[in-house]
């Protein structure tokens, strides 16, 4: 175990709470009280614990439409991500950007759009504040595969490189974009870690279902940004099980094969960790079982919070995101 005992328990109880969470929106999502488009992350609950519990509280975390997970890793308050899911005013956004517009600079979190790529450039500009600023602090930002092939995102490396910036790009490669898979949208054998080595930037592939592997690379990289030594990149290889927005399984639309999912959800990283901790005596089943119940009764609290919380005022509706 490359962490101690208490740590990795500790990352088992995040992904517990990522994971019960996101399957607790799927299957309240046909209620009709969540409005906003929701992408879920289950299958990809790993990266997010791993890299965001080797980052300090006051470290920057930027995200996609795909955010969820990485706002609880930084540690976001769940009570106020069910409200901004719900609209509502209690709502980490206000209520007003719903589940792909997360921001909670109480936490670090500097937000998330539905644009992609959009935040790359954003992650850059904080890690210049950093430079700037003189601090040790570091600029996180989470992409998919797809934001590897939008123009921003190799101008925001080469700027970051240019500028030695404290900036950890993190690409979460889950082989898809939407329902186009990287087959059809980049040339054959092309490995996007490698690729970006030719701007400049240090890289590394890890097994984003191994969320001790993710951690240990993303402490030894993160001491390194604070040390100056400049940005750096991950891409990780997960995969997402629901259909791309939505509650739902969407196999049946051909887009990817039934075998192909059920080999990549042999591979979860919950039951990776789970067995690596059992088969270790770290945990008992039992310790587990009761876990979930004390985090599933702290979700539903957050979703009863959720439903007694108001609307905003529509007066509101274009002022207060940004005021302190
Ligand atoms: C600039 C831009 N182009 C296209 C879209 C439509 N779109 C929304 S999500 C998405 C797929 C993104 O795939 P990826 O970045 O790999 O993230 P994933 O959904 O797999 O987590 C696309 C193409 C968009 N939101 N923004
Ligand atoms: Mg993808």
């Known amino acids: 175990m490359q962490v101690d005992n208490t740590t990795a328990v500790k990352f088992l109880e995040r992904m517990l709470k990522i994971r019960i969470t996101e399957e607790t929106i799927a299957e309240r999502y046909s209620k ?17 614990t791993g890299i965001c519990s080797a980052l300090r509280k006051d470290d920057f975390v930027l995200s996609t439409h795909r955010s969820h997970a990485h706002y609880l890793a930084k540690g976001g308050d769940l009570n106020k991500m069910i409200a901004e899911i719900y609209g509502k005013v209690t709502g980490c956004s206000s209520g007003k950007g719903g589940s792909m517009h997360l921001i909670d600079k109480n936490v670090g979190f500097m937000g998330s759009t539905s644009i992609v790529a959009s935040t790359i450039p954003v992650a850059v500009g904080l890690g210049l504040s950093i430079k700037i600023h003189k601090t040790d602090q570091v600029s ?42 990287l087959r059809v949208r980049q040339p054959e054998g092309r490995k996007i870690f490698a690729m970006v080595r030719g701007l400049g930037i240090t890289s590394e592939h890890g097994d984003g279902n191994n969320v001790l592997e993710v951690y240990s690379k993303a402490e030894r990289a993160i001491a390194g940004i604070r040390k100056g030594n400049g940005p750096y990149f991950f891409e990780f290889s997960t995969y997402r099980w629901r259909e791309h927005c939505g509650p739902n399984f ?6 990817r094969a039934e075998e192909e999912f059920l080999e990549r959800k042999e591979k979860d990283p919950l039951k990776l ?7 270790q005596g770290i945990i008992r089943r039992n310790d587990i079982e009761e876990m979930e119940v004390n985090i599933q009764q702290e979700i539903d609290q957050a979703f009863d919070f959720a439903e007694k919380s108001p609307f905003p005022d529509p007066e509101e509706a274009f002022i207060g995101l940004y005021r302190e």
């Open 273 to 279: 960790l789970e067995s690596q901790l059992m088969d």
């Open 250 to 255: 969407d196999n049946d639309l051909g887009y």
């Open 32 to 48: 009709w009280k969540m409005r906003c488009p929701t992408h879920l992350s289950i299958g990809q609950e790993a990266v997010a």
């Open 140 to 181: 996180c930002v989470f992409f998919g595969d797809a934001g590897a092939e939008e123009g921003v995102f190799f101008e925001s490396i080469n700027f970051a490189v240019l500028k030695r910036l404290p900036v950890l790009f993190v690409c979460e490669n889950n082989l898809y974009s939407v329902y186009s898979p």
